[in-house]
């Protein structure tokens, strides 16, 4: 239980992590939000989903109110916090709209602002101090941070039950997209994600390892490694 211990001793000597049985939140929610108003492409209708900022806002008030419970499973706390970034992201851009980047805002990951319990994290806490800890590095490319580089928003909300097949769609998808990495047998020209957060996918092996089954080709091990430069442009449908 690797995961909940790290969340004990990120909140502390009183944690808020209720004990029991207590159930995990529905997605529904922010399932139907994410199906109007995000294309496949994971391009977001901002202008449109303003119009039902008070339905997102509400299901981040359910998140906040249902904080997860010791018997719950990996996946259902990761549906959880995954899910709860995302929505707060979104809510974050709402609430600044219109803007042309998610940087134009003050501190975007460092104003606490998300309820979970008697706690309020900001956006860098549920990425770093929660997800981070929870030994899944395709964490990475279910979170989206509002952005043209970012792995794209899903369209559909995560779910305890689909998470792997989300997981493993989201990271083949985001690897293979030739406008965030561009991938030959001897180049690796990749996205700076893979660059910040180089220690969560080389724990126990190297990238090329970590990268290879989620391509066809067969890459060499010592491939050249260089990053993209990224846009930061809001991730807005046209």
Not at 19 to 36: R, S
Not at 83 to 93: D, P, Q, S
Not at 125 to 148: Q, T, V
Not at 178 to 192: G, P, V, Y
Request: contains cysteine.
């Amino acid at each position: 239980m690797k995961y909940i211990l790290a969340l004990l001793i990120w909140w502390g000597t009183s944690p808020v992590l209720p004990e029991g049985t207590a159930p995990a939140p529905e997605h529904a929610a922010w399932n139907t939000l994410l199906k109007e108003f995000v294309n496949k492409k994971g391009d977001v209708a901002y202008a449109r989903f303003k119009t039902k900022e008070k339905e997102l806002n509400d299901y981040l008030d359910h998140l906040g109110e249902n904080a997860p419970a010791t018997n719950w499973s990996h996946n259902e706390t990761l549906a959880y916090y995954i899910n709860m970034y995302n929505a707060a992201t979104v809510a974050l851009i709402l609430e600044n709209y219109p803007i042309k980047s998610i940087k134009d805002i003050w501190r975007p990951w460092g104003q606490n602002r998300v309820k979970v319990g008697d706690k309020t994290l900001s956006l860098g806490d549920i990425e770093h101090k929660i997800l981070r800890k929870m030994n899944e590095p395709r964490i990475h490319f279910a979170i989206n941070c509002a952005s043209y580089s970012c792995p794209k928003l899903l369209n559909e909300a995560y779910t305890p039950d689909k998470m792997e097949k989300q997981l493993q769609a989201a990271t083949f998808n985001f690897i293979n997209d030739t406008s965030k990495n561009k991938i030959t047998e001897n180049s690796l020209e990749l996205s700076a994600i893979f660059k910040w957060y180089k220690g969560d996918f080389t724990e126990k092996r190297s990238l090329i390892t970590y990268l290879q089954p989620y391509t066809k080709m067969s890459l060499k091990e010592d491939a050249k490694i260089s990053y993209l430069s990224y846009d930061w442009q809001l991730n807005e449908r046209k």
